[in-house]
């Protein structure tokens, strides 16, 4: 959601553990992101930022429908929250913990910070929200809220460098190097628009995909996973088709076929570039390795 432009982030690790307890933060701002694996809960309750106002997001297991699933809360003392999520939920493996350096951050700030985040994950659409109510918008006045929204940017790009995108969007706006590439899908109630990306393949809003799933994958996890993302709201029924509610990502161009056509499809047939030329073809078959000599050691 935010302009990306050079920044220098460190990242701390209190027990030396790259896949323990990580302290991320950037060098000029004042926000800190913990990621805290569940196993070392008890490690962070001990630590001093525990006791502080935060906003947290509790990451884990995949969805049906094959997005990570995120829980997004909010507390006065974030310490006793997770430990009372670590008693009641079942489904996640790690908490993401956003506060303040100079402990800074109030009820009101972390408020709107819970609902400005579930707002915006939902508009991203990587992940499942397991608390997909955000409710009203928090009065906040306009100084607290303009703090906010630098808070949000800060902590969505070290949630992200942190490998964890919630906010990042699946498909980048233009840039000076050209305009997004386009590939469509159609087929028989079928009309479908996405784009390939380095994460797997993005059906665009607004793509329609035919309502029944064919004899050949009922009772499969093919048809599990296009009942999930009408559990989701990633895609509705609208005059007998699945109309797409939002841009989804999917793990490959086949999956992604599938969903819209209702059927196994190979994606990189399917999906098609406007002047008629496959997947395959555009980005599979152009790629070559250096035709440079290999020079034997001497």
Known sequence: MST??????????????????????????????????RNQLADFVNMPEAQ???????????????LPRVYIGQSGNVGVRLTQHNQGKDFWSRAMVVIS???????????????????????????????STSGARPHTPAPL??????????????LATLGQPIFEPLINAPTSEGAQEWFYCKGSD?????AYTSEGFVVHKGSRGRAASVASIQGTANERLRQQLLTEGVVALQDGMLVFNRDHLFSSPSTAAMAVMGRSANGWVEWKAANGKTLHELKR??????????????
């Open 4 to 37: 990306h432009r050079p920044q220098t982030i460190q990242i701390f690790l209190p027990a030396g553990d790259p896949r323990g307890v990580r302290v991320a933060e950037i060098t000029t701002r004042i926000v800190r992101v913990i990621e805290v694996p």
């Open 52 to 66: 502080q106002v935060g906003v947290y997001f509790l990451v884990g297991e995949l969805s049906e429908g094959g």
């Open 101 to 131: 350096l100079t402990n800074s951050m109030t009820q009101t700030h972390a408020l709107f910070l819970e609902w400005f985040s579930l707002q915006q994950a939902t508009l991203a659409g990587r992940y499942s929200l397991e608390n």
């Open 145 to 158: 809220e303009a703090d906010c929204l630098e808070i949000h940017e800060t902590a969505a790009t070290l």
């Open 190 to 194: 079928a009309d479908g628009v996405g």
């Open 285 to 298: 078959t152009n790629v070559h390795a250096s035709e440079q000599p290999i020079l034997s050691p001497k």
